[in-house]
């Protein structure tokens, strides 16, 4: 044969990482324990590295389809995997400091982060059934075991077990479904065989029985976002874990999960809205008010950003849930959606920057602790603030603009469902500003702790993950074109 | 029915009432031990679906993989970490029982309800006789139409692997 049977150009990001995540395990094995501080550098290398193909590629501007359409590489696949690359090496930067002083096992905490970001990049580009499962697997289980990293706390383990058996049991339901699906089509697994399938067959009794594994299938997806009633697991795991892997679940698995909605809803199951979206209705709303309403009680700021983020998952799910005029998805509530998230992914790493930044003094998240911080640390509060305010959605913040973007989907697409889950959205907002100012006013207005006042040294890698994640937020502000561009870029209908 | 069709059936239901035995004594043996056992009860008559389904080579992995390795794998950790081996009446919670077993039960009889209901509409996947090339079509579908999630499972299993080992070690 002549040509290469498999497109390597569009595999490159994939192959790349792969590559690196398996030298750091070798390299790990060979180096002292002075040398050991290479290993984030490698691994931030390696993300980098895989980010150049994905510039290429988008430069190329054509749909790449690999496996008789089983993985697609298109603006979708692209935009997410930018999202991906560009959230885990911000992770990276936060964990420089953090695994290094806590004596971790460097090197196999890299390769588990790496294994779970390469998940991430498959299931950007996955488009069937057993691509997408493979994929969520394989961002699932090295989170697991990284959520259980802090070996001595029992928190972290209790972080691990719960976060293990909630996720196995809902990915198993999610694969029930998938089997019902498989046998009720007649053996379709590409998400483009299962769509012409539901738009065309529906005779009444088959299609109860695809109905049934649909809401089966969402369920796994559900719980990867922490949807309400799936997000049980949330507090407790995002507590326990180590906080730079509290980032990165609260971030980029969470943006894994929704890249399974995604391609899901929008290119397998379109044509049964009917089925999905009275879910996707109920899971926004309650999602929003459960999340926020238990935010206010929180004391640990850990816990209180744990339910801020479920609610926010809330936020994204709302355009899912708009029903348009059509009945059919528009570009606008996809776009929506994406810049939700991609702004999203930037304010809430940058909060939890701060906090790890913070807590390398206070060794404590609990919200009394911050009390006075703009004492003596001006610099850390006001750039916390600054990503509270954006999560709440006040100017001067690219958060602003997220919120807006979603509500402008859900209006403009009109009706009485649409108006409630607006109005529902608008009063979850004023809900969250209240919880989110909170903090700020604990920082600047509470007197601060008697003993020691010195300034709060922020090592180099972690200032560098805070101010890119601030200066992002306020670009997007000001030019929130970018993000929005991005978002349509995403669409895939 | 053809004669055929019937010995296929009832097979089928030994199988499957020994898979549905095994499954409910794995979750309510006492002892990790027996629960392991009925695990490979399970799965060996799940390879015995296989069978029924004309996939010879699959039932025969089946076994080998999962009788033969990950089960004695099971025993090996349960008898290396020394975890208590017998009751653990502390771990024993009454009444997430019950409500574990509201949540089955409900679950257990939406699914019954729809498949029961709507099942019988669905038509049947044609399954295709064996013939020489069954292992060649299984090998190419793995290694070229499905490479992408085959290697990626690969990568599941080593990350799990690294990380199990990290885990369990002493330091």
């Known amino acids: 044969m002549g040509t290469a049977v498999f497109d390597l150009h569009a595999l490159a990001p994939e192959l790349i990482l792969t590559g690196v995540a398996i030298l750091i395990l070798v390299y790990d094995l060979f180096i002292g324990d002075e040398r050991k501080w290479t290993l984030p550098i490698v691994a931030a290398g390696g993300i980098l590295a895989a980010g150049i193909p994905l510039v290429t590629l988008g430069l190329s501007d054509t749909t790449r389809s690999l496996f008789g359409g089983a993985y697609v590489v298109d603006g979708f696949a692209l935009v997410l995997k930018g999202i991906f690359l560009g959230a885990s090496f911000v992770v990276l930067l936060m964990s420089a400091q953090y695994v290094e002083e806590g004596d971790y096992h460097r090197g196999e905490f890299y390769f588990l982060l790496l294994s779970a970001v390469l998940g991430m990049l498959v299931i950007s580009s996955a488009r069937d059934m057993i691509s997408l499962f493979v994929a969520i697997e394989l961002v699932s289980s090295p989170t697991y075991l990284l959520a259980g990293w802090r070996k001595r706390d029992l928190k972290s383990n209790e972080a691990a077990l719960k976060y293990f058996l909630l996720g196995v049991v809902s990915i198993a339901i999610s694969l029930y479904g998938m089997s019902i699906l498989f046998g009720v089509t007649g053996g379709a697994l590409k998400f483009t065989e299962i769509a012409s399938w539901m738009s065309a067959v529906p005779s009444g009794s088959a299609m109860g029985v695809a109905a049934m594994s649909i809401v089966l299938i969402l369920v796994g997806f559900a719980f990867k976002i922490a949807a309400v009633p799936f997000h049980l697991w949330a507090p407790d795991t995002y507590e326990g874990a180590p906080l730079p892997v509290t980032a990165f679940l609260s971030v980029a698995s969470k943006t894994a999960g929704f890249v399974g909605l995604f391609t899901l809803v929008y290119l397998a199951f379109p044509a049964q809205s009917q089925v999905w979206r009275p879910v996707i209705f109920g899971l926004a709303i309650a999602t929003m008010t459960v999340g926020n309403l238990i935010a206010i009680k929180q004391t640990n700021l850990v816990r209180m950003l744990a339910y801020s983020s479920i609610a926010q998952a809330g936020y994204v799910l709302v355009p899912f849930a708009a029903t348009t005029r059509e009945g059919s998805l528009t570009a606008e509530t996809f776009a929506s959606s994406v810049t939700y998230l991609l702004i999203y992914t930037v304010m809430n790493l940058g909060a939890f920057a701060v906090i790890i930044a913070v807590a390398r003094r206070t060794r404590s998240v609990e919200i009394t602790s911050w009390s006075g911080l703009s004492k003596y640390a001006p610099g850390l509060a006001v750039l916390m603030t600054f990503f509270l305010l954006s999560l709440a959605g006040i100017p001067p913040t690219a958060g602003m603009w997220a919120k807006i973007f979603v509500f402008r989907s859900v209006i403009s697409a009109g009706g009485l469902a649409n108006g409630a889950l607006a109005a529902v959205m608008g009063i979850n907002s004023v809900i969250a500003a209240f919880y989110y100012l909170a903090v700020v006013k604990k920082m600047f207005f509470d007197p601060a702790p008697e003993e020691d006042l010195e300034a709060i040294p922020v090592p180099a890698s972690l200032a560098g993950a805070i101010g890119i994640m601030a200066g992002i937020t306020f670009v997007l502000f000001v030019i929130p074109d970018v993000a929005v561009r991005l978002g349509y870029g995403a669409s895939l209908v | ?171």
């Open chain 2, 1 to 171: 029915m053809s004669n055929q069709q019937v010995v296929q059936v009832i097979i089928f239901g030994i199988a499957a009432a020994l898979i549905i035995f095994g499954g409910i004594r794995v979750v309510t043996a006492q002892n990790i031990v027996r629960a392991a056992l009925y695990l490979v009860l399970t799965l060996a008559a799940t390879a015995g679906l296989f069978v029924l389904l004309l996939a010879e080579f699959i039932a025969a992995v089946q076994i080998l993989i999962y009788v033969g390795a990950v089960v004695v794998i099971l025993l090996f950790g349960i008898m290396l970490t020394r975890a208590p081996i017998g009751l653990t009446p502390d771990l024993d919670n009454e009444s997430a029982r019950i409500w574990g077993l509201v949540a089955g039960l409900v679950f257990l009889g939406v699914v019954t309800f729809v498949l029961w209901r709507h099942f019988a509409s669905v038509p049947a996947l044609e399954l295709s006789a064996p013939d020489s090339g069954a292992n060649e079509a299984l090998g190419r579908s793995l290694l070229v139409d499905w490479v992408a999630p085959f290697e990626a499972v690969s990568m599941v299993l080593l990350s799990a692997l690294i990380g199990a080992l990290a885990m369990a070690r002493k330091d």
